[in-house]
C-alpha cells in the first residue's frame, strides 16, 4: 500500500510511459499526493515532448477529414468544475444531500462515544503492530495521533454494519481513516480522500480497500480550517479534484 | 504562466508564424470546430509521426492518431493550462495512446502464440539522421548529443521503442536501479539543454 521509499526517481521512467501497467497506476497516486513529483513530471514531460519533433511525418490526406467527421459526431466532456464550486455547493448542501438520499452509501452518521472508537481502533493498533514495516509506521501514526492531547474521533457506522473512523489532531496536522467492510471501488476507479475547507478540497491520497475491505489512510497537512474529509470515487489514479459526489463525508 | 510561454516556444517549429496551439486549444475548448481543424493542421505530423513511430502499422496508426485528436476534441474543457502546453498535452496523450496500443496488441500476441517475441525488425536508429532538416530537430538533436551514451540509450528506446523499463534493464542486462536513473538524468539533462524550465 505504501510506496516504495525510492519512488521519486520515477519521474523520468514516467514521462516516457516507460512503466508498467501496475506501476504506473501506483506512481499515478503516488503523483497526487507529491507536488514535488508532479512538477518534475510535468517538465519532464514537456521534455519528452520535444523527442516527437524530428520523428514528424504527414499523414495521409484522408485522416484529416474522418477526424473532423468524427469530432462533428463527438460530444465535448464539461469543464470541471472548480473547487470553489464544489465549496459552494457544499453550502447549498450537496454534501448533506449526496448523505441523505445516499442509497450508494447506505452511510448513516453515528456519533458515537470516543471509548468505543478508540476500543476499535486500539484492536486495530493490535494487529497492525504484529504485523512488518509500512504497517507499523501507521500503527506508530495512529498511536501518536491518539496521544495528541487534542485528539479527535468522528465515525460513521454503515447500514450494513460497515464502521469508519477518523482519528485526528488539528495540532499536530494529521489524521488517520480506519474503516472495515468497504465495498471494492467499481472497476478501473479508486477511492479518493479529500481535506475540505470552505473553499476547496485538497486531494489528500487515493486508497483501495484490503481484501477484508479494510482501510487505514494516513493524512497529514493542515486540518485546522478543515471542515469535513470526504471520499470520492474517482477513474484510477484519482483525480486533482472531485469530479464525483462524496461517498463519504465526516463532517468536523 | 510563464513557463507555458517559454515550453510552447521551445516546442512550435521554429519560424512560424501561427497562432499558438495553446489559443486555438481555448477556443476548442467552447466547441469552435474551426479551430480544432487548425489544432489538427498544427499536430497531425507530429502526432502522427510519433505514433507510427511506436505502433509502425500505417493503418493502425492512422487510427490511433484519429483516436488522439478525438480524445483531444472531447477533453479540451478540461486541458488544464498550469500544467504545460497544449502542444505537450497532445503529444503526451499520443505517446501514451501508442504506447497502450503496443501493450495491448503485445499482450494478445503473446496469448496467441507462446513465443512472444519483441519486435526486433524495429531497428534503434538514430535522430540525428533526419535532424538536419529542420532547425528544430537539429535543436533537438543538439540537445541529445550532451546525453551520455547511455542515457541517451535509455531515453530512446523508452520513448521511440516503447519499451518498459524493466525491458530496457533487461535489453541491456543492467540493473532496473540504473535503467531509472539514465532515463531520469537524461531527461533532466536534456530539460537543461533545451531550456524548457519553469
Sequence with gaps: MTPPPDIHTLTGVYAVDALPDDER????????VCEACRQEVDELRATA?????????????????????????QRQVPPRTTVTDLASRRRTPVWATALAGSAAA??????????????????????????????????????????????????????????????????????????????????EHTYEMWVIHDDRAVPVGVFDPGPDGRVTHTVTGDLDRAVAIGVTIEPEGGSPEPTTDPVMLLEL | MAANRRLRSVGSPAGEAVVPVDELLADVARGDDGAFADVFDALADVVYGV?????????????????????????????DAERGSARTWVLTMAHRRAIDRVRSEQSSRDRNDRVGRRDDDRPFDSVSETA?????????????????????????????????????????????????????????????????TR
Design chain 1, 25 to 32: 497506476e501506483q506512481f499515478e497516486a503516488h503523483l497526487q
Design chain 1, 49 to 73: 515532448a520535444l523527442l516527437a519533433e524530428p520523428v514528424a511525418e504527414t499523414p495521409p490526406a484522408s485522416l484529416r477529414e474522418r477526424v473532423l467527421a468524427g469530432a462533428d459526431q
Design chain 1, 106 to 187: 447506505a452511510l448513516l452518521i453515528a456519533v458515537i462515544g470516543l471509548s468505543f472508537a478508540v476500543t476499535s481502533l486500539t484492536d486495530r493498533l493490535d494487529e497492525l503492530e504484529v504485523a512488518a514495516g509500512e504497517q507499523r509506521e501507521q500503527a506508530a501514526l495512529i498511536s501518536d495521533v491518539l496521544a495528541s492531547p487534542d485528539a479527535q474521533v468522528v465515525s460513521l457506522t454503515g447500514e450494513d454494519g460497515s464502521v469508519v473512523n477518523l482519528v485526528l489532531s488539528h495540532e499536530t496536522g494529521r489524521a488517520v481513516f480506519v474503516a472495515d467492510g468497504m465495498e471494492p471501488a467499481p472497476h
Design chain 2, 51 to 79: 505514433v507510427r513511430r511506436l505502433v509502425r502499422d500505417p493503418a493502425l496508426s492512422e487510427e490511433v492518431t484519429q483516436e488522439v485528436f478525438l480524445e483531444v476534441w472531447r477533453t479540451a474543457p478540461r486541458f
Design chain 2, 132 to 196: 538536419e532538416q529542420h532547425d528544430e530537430h537539429r535543436r533537438v538533436a543538439e540537445a541529445l548529443d550532451t546525453l551520455t551514451g547511455v542515457q541517451r540509450e535509455a531515453v530512446e528506446l523508452a520513448y521511440y521503442h516503447g519499451y518498459t523499463y524493466r525491458e530496457v534493464a533487461e535489453l541491456l542486462g543492467t540493473p532496473l536501479g540504473t535503467i531509472k536513473t539514465r532515463m531520469r538524468d537524461g531527461l533532466i539533462r536534456l530539460r537543461d539543454a533545451m531550456g524548457v
